[in-house]
């Protein structure tokens, strides 16, 4: 049950109109890296994790409503960047605070351009904020990931953060208005916080690497292919010891050779046949215990979501 405050989050205010930003702004109304998409991402994600992960369940849902706040900001600001443009743009150009932004014929032609860049943007809304990116491409579900396990899903959530962050960074050097500026500031550092949320519930959960429930096969886990020998570079991701495993990096400096001695990858050491035993040992025992986690939460008889206050058995 979502109850709409009407009161913003965050006091969302614009010093004087630009619809130039306007249509900018909508990539994070519409576009693939917005507020809609983190809300969506979010809220699909809760429906797997609701038995397994009650905590995270709440989690989830209580970012993905806060996105939706997001959602109303951005809007909100979009439609108070559009004041006297809204309806017949160069009529209501002379006689509003529009006027303030243009300045001779000359100017007056090119922001009513940089307005109709994306047509969609008045033609089919009038003006207001709608679900497409700047570029008037409508918003898509194929922009949400969502995977099913709780690890997989968490890493995903990082990433759309991390995206979501760098174009609001990306936003604020398009705009000099102060009060806009500090809307966009608000809103990039509410997904730091959230990345940092996303974060710590990852590592709550153990075993999380690798994601999913298989293990990697001991074979090819170790191996850096030097696919580009020329000026070849060596790191931490492939020198000295690998993060997670604790193992060694192999790094193999001629693939072509390898691949042609090792008959493409399917020879192996004598002493990986152990490896290979303990690692499907540990699938079926991981794959047991995964599956328990969600059987046994999986309640008799009618299935209810929710509880409505009444005390837990």
């Known amino acids: ?133 700047s570029q008037g491409i409508p918003w898509c579900s194929s922009y949400i990931h969502s995977n099913g396990d709780l690890t997989v899903d968490l890493r995903s959530n990082l990433a759309s953060e991390s995206r979501a962050k760098i174009v609001y960074e990306y936003l604020m050097q398009f705009t000099d208005d102060p009060y806009v500026k500090d809307t966009l500031s608000f809103l990039m550092t509410r997904e730091v916080a959230h990345y940092s949320m996303f974060k710590a519930a990852l590592d709550t959960i153990e075993p999380n690497f690798p994601p999913g429930v298989l293990q990697a096969d001991p074979r090819f886990t170790q191996q850096y292919f030097n696919m580009s020998p020329a000026n070849s570079v060596r790191g931490p991701w492939n020198e000295g010891t690998m993060p997670e495993t604790g193992k060694e990096w192999i790094y193999v400096e001629d693939p072509i050779a390898n691949v042609e001695e090792t008959k493409g990858l399917t020879t192996k050491d004598k002493d990986m046949d152990k490896q290979l035993a303990e690692t499907e040992k540990l699938n079926k025992e991981l794959s047991e215990v995964k599956s328990e986690e969600v059987n046994r939460v999986q309640p008799e008889g009618v299935a209810q979501w929710s509880d409505y206050g009444q005390p837990k058995k």
């Open 1 to 133: 049950m979502f109850h709409h405050v009407k009161d913003l989050q965050f006091n969302a205010r614009v010093s004087r109109p630009d619809p130039r930003f306007a249509n900018l702004l909508l990539e994070q109304f519409g576009g693939e890296n917005g507020e809609l998409a983190a809300a969506m991402q979010y809220f699909t994600q809760a429906y797997g994790a609701k038995l397994p992960h009650p905590d995270k369940y709440d989690m989830l849902m209580d970012i993905a409503t806060e996105e939706f706040s997001h959602l109303e900001i951005v809007g909100a600001t979009i439609q108070m960047l559009l004041k006297g443009v809204n309806g017949e743009l160069k009529d209501a150009a002379e006689q509003s605070e529009i006027m303030q932004v243009m300045n001779g014929k000359a100017a007056k032609e090119n922001i009513i351009h940089e307005a109709l860049a994306n047509p969609q943007f008045l033609t089919l809304s009038g003006g207001g904020p709608r679900l497409t990116n």
